[in-house]
């Protein structure tokens, strides 16, 4: 798990800078992910958020031992970003347990759980 982590905040650092004005300089906590990402309307932050879950999850599957069986499986077809950003956010809600952690951590909660295998 640590090197997924440190492959996503490696791949969103960069976006960190840019985005600055909008995204929590402590650290993002699922909590924080949740505010920044419910605007619709605010172009950046949307940005921002379909581009760290992107990196979440290509950081699984970068970091993800190609013997294991994947925990994570996407339809054939693919799923759209603002559903499955709207369908996070949701899940993360009804889950406050989490809201303190790391908004990667969280994501790979929910993935496996919305996309299993």
Known sequence: MKKYLAMILIAASPLTTVLAQNVPTAGVTTEAMIQLCKSRTDIESQTFCYGFGEGVYQ???LGRDPKA???VCLP???VSRDEVLAEFIKWAMERPQYLQEKAAVTIMRFLPVRFPC
Do not use: L, V
């Open 59 to 61: 950081g699984y599957q």
């Open 69 to 71: 069986a994947p925990t």
């Open 76 to 78: 054939p077809k693919g």
